[in-house]
């Protein structure tokens, strides 16, 4: 009797113990596919990116309309730093993460086209 019923115990909780384990795998895997598409649209922004021809006049006129006010007119530097040279220090996917993701506040995020992302780096690389 008293080892039926204790089997009995032994039984749910090694079966509470599976459905733990099959809910903890099912998140990992949700939180693992969340960050994985993330990093797959991420990548290809870049990709993209990268692959256009950038406008000088239209990165000019970008910069002048977004950055200026922490970047300087001249881009020498005013709360945020100077940029001139910021494209020996930092590679093309580095600057493009700076721009659109924000990691760096006060420098905001930039919800921006790939074209004008080109163009804006167009514009950086004639800093140097
Ligand atoms: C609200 C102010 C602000 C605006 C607007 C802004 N930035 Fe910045 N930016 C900063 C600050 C501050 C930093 C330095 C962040 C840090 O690393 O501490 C920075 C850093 C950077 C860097 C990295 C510099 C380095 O030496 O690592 C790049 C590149 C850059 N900004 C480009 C841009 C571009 C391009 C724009 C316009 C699309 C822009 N920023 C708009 C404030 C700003």
New binding site residues.
């Given amino acids: 009797m008293t080892t039926s019923s204790s089997s009995a115990v032994e039984k749910s909780s090694s079966k509470e113990f599976i459905i733990k384990r099959v809910m903890l795998f099912a998140s990992l895997l949700i939180v693992f596919a969340i960050f994985f598409f993330t990093h797959q649209r991420n990548n290809e922004y870049t990709r993209n990116t990268l692959e256009l021809d950038g406008s000088l006049t239209n990165g000019n006129g970008?910069?002048k309309m977004?950055?200026v006010?922490?970047?300087g007119i001249t881009a020498r530097g005013l709360?945020?730093?100077d940029?001139h040279d910021?494209t020996e220090?930092?590679s093309d996917s580095q600057?493009i993460t700076?721009?659109t993701k924000g990691l760096?506040?006060?420098?905001?995020s930039?919800e921006?086209e790939p074209q004008n992302m080109a163009d804006?780096l167009t514009y950086?690389h004639t800093l140097n």
């Fill in positions: 970008l910069f977004n950055c006010g922490c970047h709360v945020g730093p940029l910021v220090r930092l600057i700076q721009v760096t506040p006060p420098m905001p930039f921006i804006l950086l």
